[in-house]
């Protein structure tokens, strides 16, 4: 059960963040007002959230997922492969502090954004990326295991983070696409194979008993639907210019 969340409100610095998506500058407007719709699910699904003042020096700021990792036991503060977002670490660890008495930290040569990082009960699968490298998913499961927690990697070659192409949709269950729907490490799981035109639609937030799901991919919202998950859907077609989506937005635990 999750009853916490925290997100950082966009900064007009949004509209110059990082992207190889190709679908244009974000409207910052919109944005904001997605991004209250988005707390406003967060909040249905029963979580008390914190929302973190914009930081205007980090355009990409307002993705806080990719800078910590948050486990039961002990919060993990990541070290993003860009350049340019490390030093939204030194803000989000005063944060972490408030809620937990034991915060590890990723140190170089390793590189791991929150993205690549997929738990499922205990186990944590760790993507390796061009975001996340081989030293980072190391030092994370060897943190994990110190915690009587386990972790194990994934190969990433067609996405920009693991969660982008594949998250955890019900017991047992992982809504996938791509590379990831045959994938022998995901043998054990169930697979609901999210069809190409809609791959972006394959990252999804499990919260409690409810299921945020990115707006605009139907043949998704069918099979959801057709599993028995209680919806919630949100349009963040502006953060999608930023190769972002729903788990990118919020740090849950």
Do not use: W
């Amino acid at each position: 059960m999750f009853t916490k969340a925290i997100v950082r409100t966009p900064g007009r610095s949004l509209t110059s963040g990082l992207t190889a998506a190709n679908l244009g500058t974000p409207d910052y407007q919109k944005a904001l007002t997605q991004h209250r719709q988005y707390i406003e699910a967060l909040e249905r699904c029963g979580l008390d959230v914190l929302i973190l003042e914009a930081d205007e020096a980090f355009s990409d700021s307002t993705f806080v997922e990719d800078v910590a990792i948050v486990t039961p036991k002990c919060a993990i503060i990541a070290r993003p492969a860009a350049a340019s977002r490390r030093g939204e670490t030194v803000s989000i660890l005063p944060i972490l502090e408030d809620f937990y008495s034991y915060i590890e930290k990723i140190q170089p040569p390793g590189t791991l954004d929150g993205g690549d990082v997929m738990q499922v009960d205990q186990h944590f699968y760790v993507g390796l990326s061009e975001r996340t490298n081989r030293a980072g998913a190391d030092q994370l499961i060897e943190i994990l295991q110190r915690y009587g927690m386990t972790g194990s990697v994934v190969p990433v070659t067609e996405f920009l983070h693991l969660k982008t192409g594949v998250t955890q949709v019900a017991e047992n269950t992982l809504l996938a696409a791509g590379e990831f729907i045959a994938n022998p490490v995901f043998s054990d799981f169930r697979i609901l194979p999210v069809p190409e035109a809609e791959n972006d639609g394959a990252n999804c937030i499990r919260i409690n008993d409810k299921l945020l799901l990115s707006a605009g991919f139907p043949e998704v919202r069918r099979q959801l639907i057709d599993q028995g998950a209680e919806l919630i859907e949100v349009d963040i077609s502006e953060y999608g210019k930023l190769d972002g989506g729903l788990t990118c937005l919020s740090l849950r635990f």
